[in-house]
């Protein structure tokens, strides 16, 4: 163990508790950022900005067994309200923060905009990376601006909405130019105060809310039906370790989505423009047979055929040949070509 300053790095470090697959995969130097100030040290030490990997909650991520360079654990805190106007509050955040404690913190103030996005699981800085998104809202929504530190540099950076370039589990942060290059330190939201925008439409959230005889909604009940349906048809990480979705949903043109309702009548489809459409991949990859379907140590969740389950003991390269596998055969029986939302490192 080497210590810099008050920072302590670890050497072969088990990842085991830090990604929601639950892959023991060892990083070769290890430490935890609880302020941005830390960072300039830590560039220091680091030599090579390339084999820095920030992690957050690991909860996007497939890991390989050995993690070469510099793993940093971001944990810096904070919630600030910083503008206040009379139906709108800007709030700075620290990207370490757990992004489910954020939107509960949201809720006791009576702060709307992302209760759809209740129980999502990760930091706040992950957010803006991959445009997080459910139930018919996602991260750009609500979204003011971020701060983050340039690795090659040192320096600091603000990105505005138009400089994130958002899109469907999309920002300039995963680009190829950009990606790993930038360490995001604060997001700041913008949420209503007052007169909220509710979206109730999407899934059982309405439904749910009838059930329970509530008329005028308020952010928080959204939350509470949101908590539900999400808890009936994911598995929980603790218990079977996943990353949520493994692949993207396909966007795919409506011509190609027509053909092949010729063939499935029952085929969903999300709309997305005049030209195209998504296709759920949990579909796509349940109709080849997937669905609950295990070999070795992983499987496709019974629930819920997009979610890949490690039952215990599964290396990275396994669940990665698994997946591989599930892709082909959606590739040989539809034609389409799924991507993976889960970052392989
Ligand atoms: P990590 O997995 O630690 O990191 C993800 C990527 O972002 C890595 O490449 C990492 O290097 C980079 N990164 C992380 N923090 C920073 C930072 N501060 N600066 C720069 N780069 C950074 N996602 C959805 O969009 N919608 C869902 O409904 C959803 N449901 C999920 C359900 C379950 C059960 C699980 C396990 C996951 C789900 N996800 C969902 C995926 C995941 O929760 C999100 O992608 C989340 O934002 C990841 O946060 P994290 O802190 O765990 O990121
Ligand atoms: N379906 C099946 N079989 C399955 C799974 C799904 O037929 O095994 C079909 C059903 O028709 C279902 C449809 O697919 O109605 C859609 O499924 P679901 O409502 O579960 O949503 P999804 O499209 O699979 C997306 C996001 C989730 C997000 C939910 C709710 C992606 C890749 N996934 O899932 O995000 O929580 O919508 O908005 O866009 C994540 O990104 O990790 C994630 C969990």
Request: glycine share 12%.
């Given at each position: 163990m080497q210590q810099i300053t008050s920072m302590l790095i670890h050497t072969n470090y088990n990842l085991r508790f830090h990604n929601t697959f639950g892959i023991p995969a060892v990083a070769e130097?290890?430490?935890?950022?609880?302020?941005?100030e830390e960072l300039s040290v830590i560039l220091a030490a680091a030599g090579n900005p390339q084999d820095?990997?920030?992690?957050?909650?690991?909860?996007n991520v497939l890991l390989p067994?050995?993690?070469?360079?510099?793993?940093?654990?971001?944990?810096?805190?904070?919630?600030d309200i910083v503008r206040e106007r009379p139906r709108e509050v800007i709030v700075a955040v620290g990207s370490g923060?757990?992004?489910?404690?954020?939107?509960?913190?949201?809720?006791?103030?009576?702060l709307g905009g992302i209760e759809n996005l209740a129980l999502i699981p990760g930091t706040v800085g992950a957010s803006p990376i991959q445009n997080i998104g459910a139930y018919g809202v996602e991260l750009k929504d609500v979204f003011e601006e971020l701060e983050a530190i340039d690795w090659r540099?040192?320096?600091?950076?603000?990105?505005?909405?138009?400089?994130?370039?958002f899109g469907y589990r999309f920002s300039i942060f995963k680009d190829k130019e950009l990606a790993r290059k930038f360490y995001l330190s604060k997001i700041y939201f913008k949420l209503?105060?007052?007169?909220?925008?509710?979206?109730?439409?999407?899934?059982a959230i309405q439904e749910l809310l009838d059930n329970w005889q509530i008329s005028e909604p308020q952010?928080?009940?959204?939350?509470?039906?949101?908590?539900?349906?999400?808890?009936?048809?994911?598995?929980?990480?603790?218990?079977l370790g996943n990353a949520g979705s493994f692949f993207k949903n396909p966007v795919v043109d409506r011509d190609f989505f027509n053909n092949l309702r010729t063939d499935y009548p029952q085929a969903p489809s999300y709309p997305v423009d005049e030209q195209s459409v998504k296709i759920p991949a949990g579909w796509l990859i349940d109709q080849c047979?997937?669905?609950?379907?295990?070999?070795?140590?992983?499987?496709?969740?019974?629930?819920?055929?997009?979610?890949?389950?490690?039952?215990?003991?599964?290396?990275?390269?396994?669940?990665?040949?698994?997946?591989?596998?599930?892709?082909?055969?959606?590739?040989?029986?539809?034609?389409?070509v799924l991507e993976r939302e889960v970052n392989w490192v």
């Open positions: 130097r290890f430490a935890t950022v609880h302020h941005p820095l990997l920030l992690l957050g909650e690991g909860s067994d050995l993690v070469p360079g510099l793993v940093l654990l971001n944990r810096i805190q904070g919630i923060v757990n992004w489910h404690q954020f939107v509960l913190w949201t809720l006791r103030q009576g540099t040192g320096k600091k950076q603000r990105f505005t909405a138009e400089d994130c370039q209503t105060k007052g007169h909220h925008h509710l979206n109730t439409s999407y899934g952010p928080a009940d959204v939350a509470a039906a949101v908590i539900e349906i999400r808890r009936a048809k994911l598995p929980d990480w603790r218990q047979g997937w669905k609950g379907k295990r070999i070795g140590n992983v499987g496709c969740y019974s629930a819920q055929a997009l979610v890949i389950v490690n039952y215990g003991g599964a290396s990275g390269q396994e669940v990665l040949a698994f997946s591989e596998q599930v892709a082909a055969s959606v590739l040989d029986r539809f034609g389409v």
